[in-house]
């Protein structure tokens, strides 16, 4: 068995097309953890054939368990590791056959991945290339779980491919605020759990600032256009939600 599809889901009924249309003819096996779908993302992951296993658990706040559960389950020489609204390009296929079946290939890959956002996919804003590793060799690769950010460890060397992940987390402005509250939250607790005390001018008047100047004005967000302003908005003003649910739990606390 050379290549395993490695996915966890929650409720992905609308986007678990993405990973399996574009990579089912390409790996040998998909091993799906799911958190206890409500929706009908079983059934339709289920609907692929027998490639298809499905490996029933609880949904962690930190989903980054259910990511690990998954590739531990991988019985392929390589794990490609998606999530449920990611795609492969066809460019992005024929690399990947090329590297696995190379001889000289590296332990990991990072990947260029391309996020949709507002009806277009962004290119500026340092949000493009957003790399992040996607392919390795099974045994190489844990998942750290301590941020909501992290990437998957590699034991070994790990190099770049060309051609790029489609990324579809946000089909519409809604779906981009669920996340956006979801990260927060995550964030939070991580700020909890440490036992970080927050500094409000720092979360409302420092981090927002440098943030937006760094997307839309050193990364050149601006040539995104309407939807370049949004995302430099929206992820500088993260920073007054995350104190604010801070404050409010320091304070309920008490």
Known sequence: ??????????????????????????????????????????????????KVTVIPSDNPKMFHINKQKAIE?????????LDAD????????????????????????????????????LTKGGIYP????????????????????????????????????LHYADPNFERYLQRWNRYTSLDVQIILDKKEHLNWFNYFVIKPKLTFLSIYFRHRGFQDGFAGFVWALFSSIRFWVIYIKWWQAISSSK
Not at 7 to 15: L, V, W
């Open 73 to 81: 389950q991988a019985r392929g020489e390589w794990i490609l590791q």
């Open 1 to 50: 068995m050379k290549l395993s599809l490695c996915i966890a889901t929650f409720n992905e009924e609308a986007f678990i097309k993405y990973p399996l249309d574009s990579a089912i003819d390409l790996v040998d096996e998909v091993i799906i953890v799911d958190g206890g779908s409500e929706d009908k993302t079983v059934e339709i992951a289920r609907s692929y054939g027998q």
């Open 130 to 165: 957003d790399y992040t590793i996607r392919l390795y060799k099974n045994g190489k690769a844990h998942f750290p779980c301590k941020s909501v950010h992290e990437n998957v460890e590699i034991k070994g060397e790990v190099s770049y491919i060309k051609a790029d992940l």
């Open 86 to 121: 990611e795609a492969l390009s066809d460019d992005l296929k024929i690399e990947i056959m090329s590297i696995i079946s190379s001889d000289n290939a590296q332990d990991g890959y990072w990947i260029p991945r391309k996020n949709w956002f507002l009806n277009r996919f």
